[in-house]
């Protein structure tokens, strides 16, 4: 049974920083071909891609994100974001998933509601003041 627990969401003021972290367990992340990613929802709207890690080490962001979030894991155990230079429109629940494709196709996964991904956490929320 494969398990996701995120934490690390808060509340912040815009310019400011969390890192969300997600505790994996019962996932081979060491099989070739799979990634782990994070997506987001806010109030409203659907649930859209953010960033993905493949088992190679390949990194995608999407656009709203780049040069502000990084992705990271270790060994499949955890999965971490790291947010800089937060925006109100940063505001959503974060999800951590598991289970996804590897590779470049991973900027197309991103740009979908995250339907190509096998697990789920259970969320975490984050909250950017202006």
């Known amino acids: 049974q494969v398990y996701l627990e995120e934490s690390g969401g808060g509340s912040v003021q815009a310019g400011g920083s969390l890192k969300l972290s997600c505790r994996v367990s019962g996932y081979t992340y060491g099989h070739s071909g799979h990634s782990m990613a994070w997506f987001r929802q806010a109030p409203g709207k659907e649930r859209e891609g953010v960033a993905a890690i493949d088992s190679y080490g390949m990194k995608k962001y999407v656009a709203s994100v780049k040069g502000r979030f990084t992705i990271a894991e270790d060994d499949g155990e955890n999965l971490f974001l790291q947010m800089n230079s937060l925006k109100p429109e940063d505001t959503a629940m974060y999800y951590c998933?598991?289970?996804?494709?590897?590779?470049?196709?991973?900027?197309?996964?991103?740009?979908?509601?995250?339907?190509?991904?096998?697990?789920w956490g259970q969320g975490t929320q984050v909250t950017v003041s202006s």
């Open positions: 998933a598991a289970g996804g494709p590897a590779g470049p196709v991973m900027d197309w996964v991103l740009t979908r509601r995250g339907d190509d991904y096998q697990w």
